[in-house]
């Protein structure tokens, strides 16, 4: 029974490692993580943060590493209450005098101009939210890192910003032992009220975990003497070549060319009130 699962246990890490190696770059993935975020809140159209969502979408149903049910579950999670806020706030309030109504129940009026800025508006905090759930689930702290000295940026600061990744998973494992812990004291932790009533002191726990792992940190940083002119190693072995250093040089240029042909007219795109229609 052992010898069958150490090897389901080696051939899944076998399957990962070559999954691993089939990934881009993590210096290039940050680099079109940059260019789409550019291109969502650099062009005033639906239509780009549409095509980036639906983008992301495709490449987690391809990813070796990242689960379609748990980038899903993210983005609704984030993105379904900041629809629903902005239909009410845009949609139905929208305080213009020179609207196309929809449709009206007393004070309240749906409007196109209203909904198209709802749209727009939660098309972008969607996209938003994908790509950096797409990003964010698919690396981890080493990953982070090498990707940062890659783009050539300082070791301090690559190392602060791959702790801050790592410090996502802590959050939760911290959580959950909280929990855990007010659930052996006889807490009816499945219970939404009590988790309410319980939240003042998760909220605590976690605020001093965090400082001290952030000094606990912030010391090893001095410890290792990490600084500009420091050499790092890559943490792990990435797949690289002349094809993704070209891409991470022709995306930006490519995505801020997009941005001056829209902005000029060369690109027209249509807005939101024009697909939404009656503007």
């Avoid at 149903?61 to 900041?82: C, N």
């Avoid at 090498?146 to 790592?166: E, K």
Wanted: overall charge positive; proline content about 5%.
């Amino acid at each position: 029974m052992s010898s069958a699962s150490s090897e389901t246990h080696t051939v899944a890490n076998a399957a990962e490692a070559v999954g691993s190696k089939r990934r881009l770059h993590p210096a290039t993935e940050l680099v079109i993580l940059a260019c789409s975020l550019l291109l969502v809140f650099g062009i005033p159209s639906p239509v780009v943060p549409f095509i980036i969502l639906i983008g992301s979408l495709v490449t987690v149903v391809v990813s070796p590493v990242v689960r379609l049910r748990t980038w899903a579950m993210t983005v609704g999670l984030l993105s379904l209450p900041t629809l629903a806020v902005l239909i009410i706030v845009q949609g139905l309030f929208y305080p213009g005098t020179e609207v196309h109504v929809l449709w009206q129940v007393g004070p309240a009026r749906l409007s196109v101009e209203g909904l198209s800025i709802a749209v727009q508006i939660w098309l972008r905090v969607s996209s938003l939210i994908g790509l950096c759930a797409l990003f964010g689930l698919g690396a981890d702290s080493a990953r982070l890192f090498d990707g940062l000295r890659r783009l050539r940026l300082p070791s301090a600061v690559a190392y602060v910003c791959s702790s801050a990744l790592g410090l996502i998973p802590l959050i939760g494992a911290r959580t959950r032992h909280i929990i855990e812990a007010r659930q052996a004291r006889g807490w009816a932790t499945d219970s939404w009220r009590v988790r309410f009533r319980l939240l003042p002191g998760i909220v605590v726990g976690l605020v001093t975990a965090i400082l001290l792992t952030v000094d606990q940190r912030h010391e090893v940083l001095e410890v290792s003497g990490l600084d500009s002119s420091a050499t790092a190693v890559a943490l792990q072995d990435h797949s690289d070549g002349a094809g993704q250093s070209l891409l991470r040089i022709l995306a930006p240029l490519v995505t801020l060319g997009l941005i001056v042909a829209s902005v000029t007219g060369v690109l027209p795109l249509p807005g939101a009130a024009q697909l939404i229609g009656g503007a």
